[in-house]
Nanobody, 122 residues
Framework: QVQLVESGGGLVQPGGSLRLSCEAS????????MGWHRQAPGKQRELVAT???????NYVDSVKGRFTVSRDNAKNTVTLQMNSLKPEDTAVYYC????????????????WGQGTQVTVSS
């Protein structure tokens, strides 16, 4: 079993910044991709940013140049630095991790955090 604990959400004015953090714990041998998704009210959940175990990143076009995803493999954490925030960034942000749980197999499975609210409003 794996638990992902998120922190850093809150209320910020347009143009402001927030940093989201997520720590994975439990039966972890290693973690492949980690990343962030978000879901606004009445909308489908969308991919925001991902980062591989080697540090390669991908971003949805709407956040490129504003958000930065990073990770610390030793701590099993992933961070999303969000700058120049816009009202349309308002959503619940969810951490995701693809976790290898057994040293006997390369099998991995996705786990999700509980979500943290980000509200961008003047």
């Amino acid at each position: 079993q794996v638990q992902l604990v998120e922190s850093g959400g809150g209320l910020v004015q347009p143009g402001g910044s927030l940093r989201l953090s997520c720590e994975a714990s439990g039966s972890i041998v290693s973690i492949n991709d980690m990343g962030w998704h978000r879901q606004a009210p009445g909308k489908q959940r969308e991919l925001v940013a991902t980062i591989t175990s080697g540090g390669r990143t991908n971003y949805v076009d709407s956040v490129k140049g504003r958000f930065t995803v990073s990770r610390d493999n030793a701590k099993n954490t992933v961070t999303l630095q969000m700058n120049s925030l816009k009202p349309e960034d308002t959503a619940v942000y969810y951490c995701k991790a693809d976790v290898r749980m057994s040293r006997y197999s390369s099998y991995s499975t996705y786990y999700w955090g509980q979500g943290t609210q980000v509200t961008v409003s003047s």
